[in-house]
């Protein structure tokens, strides 16, 4: 049971643009989300969070949107460089399940330059 | 601020085989994770430790053990290797409570090959 879901496997922006990453859930209890970016070979990188009483949380170029009636999350990464080529994972928690990150499978995101 | 390290990470073993894996957290965090990556399963959380007791448990079988040290160190034994536990291993570390409680760091990881 994928209770968090990245349906989009790659995406592809040219550099400048904005960039839209989605995720799906369907834990109702999930109440904190977060996004990481990953290079082959290394560990994630955390980049932006946000808790489920917030629908937005803004950090530099990265923007996170929560609807949680529509159980869905976005990032927005303006503008986008090449250098944000990675792929991104979006996870989700819930206080009671303490700790546990549950992450999406992840989407491939080229930057063109 | 040093961030997470993990050792070695870069291991080969055979099956039947048993192998300890290290984490050491951020300064202050006292919260360990460890998670397995592979191509068909993703990242899956296998456990948890805080204050050196295991908080929180994935559905991994009773192969898959950690612990955690005072200074908040943790390690993660696998016993009876099998050919499917070939993975990146991936410890992240957090405050484990507070704000934010669960912003999780990661390490680079220990790639596992079990031939």
């Known amino acids: 049971d994928q209770q968090v879901k990245q349906n989009s496997p790659s995406l592809s922006v040219q550099e400048g643009r904005i960039s839209i990453l989605n995720c799906d859930y369907t834990?109702?209890?999930?109440?904190?989300f977060l996004w990481y970016k990953k290079y082959p070979a290394e560990g994630p990188t955390f980049l932006i969070s946000?808790?489920?009483?917030?629908d937005k949380n803004e950090d530099g170029r990265f923007t996170v949107f929560l609807n949680k009636s529509a159980k869905h999350l976005s990032l927005h990464i303006v503008p986008s460089q090449p250098g944000d080529s990675a792929v991104y994972f979006c996870a989700a928690s819930a206080l009671e399940y303490g700790n546990k990150l549950v992450f999406g499978a992840g989407t491939i995101l080229r930057v063109k330059s | 601020k040093a961030g997470v390290t993990q050792t070695p990470r870069y291991l080969i073993k055979t099956r039947g085989q048993q192998v300890t894996l290290s984490c050491s957290p951020i300064?202050?965090?006292?919260?360990v994770s460890w998670y397995q990556q592979t191509p068909g399963q993703g990242l899956q959380f296998l456990f948890e430790?805080?204050?050196?007791?295991?908080?929180n448990k994935g559905n991994f079988p009773g192969r898959f053990s950690g612990r955690q040290f005072s200074n908040s160190r943790s390690e993660m034994n696998v016993s009876t290797l099998e050919l499917g536990d070939s993975a990146l291993y991936l410890c992240a570390s957090s405050l484990g409570q507070g704000v934010p409680w669960n912003e999780q760091f990661f390490g680079p990881g220990t790639r596992l090959t079990v031939l």
């Open positions: 430790y805080f204050s050196e007791t295991q908080r």
């Open positions: 946000i808790s489920s009483i917030k």
């Open positions: 300064s202050g965090h006292r919260s």
């Open positions: 834990n109702s209890m999930f109440d904190y």
